[in-house]
């Protein structure tokens, strides 16, 4: 059994986790953090390559984004490519895709006209592609599977060679590697320790992990996902929010089947991402298709039912819950959606249905081209904001004042996973009488 003290204990080795574990040892004068990680390798879940779309999401080709959120992402999305130059990982992690947002028919090519426009100035390289120049670019996107073009108009808002691909379990590992060449500091990393319990003493709090080692610290981040939120209702934190997991599923192709990613407008009623094509970095860059939207009562994917118990405390259920889940339901577009990714899991009925739908954007999609993708998935915790008694769409932090935070972050939360380290570490610095080197952190990671 360990008993150890440092100044910041993270928990959560994913790419959250990871990233402020990098950015505490190179940009802080703290003397000792420790990284708390409940399974025998980092970013095995939703931070590994098979947990997510591997996107660098700078909201140019998210239709979902306002512009102000357009503007905040952007900025974090940079710090992923700056990082990543600056350490040479270019087409080692992180490559160089065409992609482009989708508009299809006469009401979807108008929006994504007028969004150009909106947004040009933001993202200066955006060019629009008609039906013709598709053909050259991305030329599944118009014909079908006997050649003969889709009757109906389409249009792209996209760029054709910028850095927006990025295996992030990679890119975790680098992260926590490059910490610990770092000199003078106790960067300690501990796997297999699941934490379990943590409580404040006096200044101090105190974690206790399932193995029962114990360990201290002048301040904790909790980067766990939805056991973020677990672990704040066991300390009394975060009452106001219930979480609800939406798994992700995928289907891949056997071949380069688009040239980038492609993504199609999304509904502003669905609180999830559209289908959408991208290139996998796993599979030699052949087209994963996805992901699907599939309510679960776990914390985690492929790890049966042991979250089981974990989710229903972290749902929080009471009569506020139950209504933000009834207006959901009530709503006909969300509950057919809900519905029909139901049956994208169920075996036969899944690739017919996800293949009609996936038809719309890849008309010579064929039955044959696709298969269910095994084992690639993950979960995000979607918040439930009992006060407002709505979905809150992005991500969510309880900071009680008291030196700890929980991070929930889906999606964009990987995008993001150094543009909030920079505020956690500002906060750990601030709490802990401790400098931030914020012209270092700026010059290295931030584009003006």
Same mark, same amino acid.
């Given at each position: ?112 006209? %007028?969004?150009?426009?909106?947004? %040009? ?26 050649? &003969?073009?889709?009757?109906? @108009? ?33 960067? @300690? ?5 699941? +934490? ?6 006096? %200044? ?15 301040? +904790? ?12 209702? %066991? ?59 599939? +309510? ?13 118990? @974990? ?21 006909s577009d969300i509950r057919r959606y809900i519905f029909r ?82 505020? @956690? ?11 931030? &080197? ?11």
């Amino acid at each position: 059994m360990t008993e150890k003290h440092y100044d910041v204990v993270i928990v959560g080795g994913g790419i959250s986790g990871s990233a402020l574990f990098y950015t505490l040892a190179k940009y802080s004068d703290i003397k000792s953090v420790a990284l708390l990680e409940k399974y025998d390798a980092l970013a095995t879940l939703s931070s590994s390559g098979r947990g997510n779309s591997q996107t660098i999401h700078t909201g140019d080709i998210e239709t979902n984004y306002t512009l102000a959120k357009a503007k905040h992402v952007k900025r974090a999305a940079n710090m992923i490519r700056r990082y990543c130059l600056q350490h040479g990982y270019e087409n080692k992690f992180m490559f160089i895709h065409q992609k482009m947002a989708v508009g299809i028919g006469d009401k979807e090519v108008e929006y994504m006209k %007028k969004r150009y426009e909106e947004f %040009k100035e933001l993202f200066p390289y955006l060019e629009v592609y008609d039906k013709e120049k598709l053909k050259e670019v991305e030329p599944k996107l118009v014909f079908d599977e006997n050649g &003969n073009e889709r009757p109906e @108009d389409i249009v792209g808002v996209g760029v054709l060679d910028q850095y927006s691909t990025v295996n992030y379990g990679a890119m975790a590992q680098s992260l926590v590697d490059n910490a610990q060449k770092e000199k003078n500091k106790q960067l @300690d990393i501990f796997f297999n320790s699941e +934490v379990v319990s943590i409580k404040q003493l006096g %200044k101090e709090h105190v974690l206790m992990t399932k193995s029962g080692d114990v360990f201290t610290a002048d301040f +904790v981040v909790v980067d766990a996902g939805g056991h973020a939120l677990y672990l704040a209702h %066991k300390m009394g934190y975060g009452k106001e929010f219930g979480c609800l997991p939406v798994a992700g599923s995928y289907y891949v192709t056997k071949s380069h089947f688009l040239k980038g990613k492609v993504y199609m407008v999304q509904n502003p009623k669905l609180p999830f991402a559209a289908l959408h094509g991208d290139p996998d970095v796993l599979l030699d860059m052949a087209t994963r298709f996805g992901p699907t939207a599939l +309510v679960l009562p776990v914390l985690e994917r492929f790890h049966g039912l042991k979250s089981f118990p @974990d989710f229903l405390k972290t749902l929080n259920l009471d009569f506020k819950i139950l209504k933000i889940l009834k207006d959901m339901f009530a709503d006909s577009d969300i509950r057919r959606y809900i519905f029909r990714n139901f049956f994208y899991e169920i075996p036969y009925f899944n690739k017919r249905i996800f293949l009609k739908d996936m038809k719309k954007l890849v008309p010579c999609l064929k039955l044959e081209d696709i298969e269910y993708a095994k084992g690639f998935g993950g979960v995000r915790p979607q918040v439930l904001n009992k006060p407002e008694r709505k979905l809150m769409l992005g991500e969510a932090s309880i900071n009680p004042g008291t030196g700890i935070i929980f991070n929930m972050t889906p999606s964009p939360g990987a995008t993001s996973c150094l543009g909030n380290a920079e505020r @956690d570490a500002q906060l750990v610095c601030e709490h802990l009488g401790a400098k931030f &080197n914020t012209k270092a952190f700026a010059d290295d990671l931030v584009d003006e």
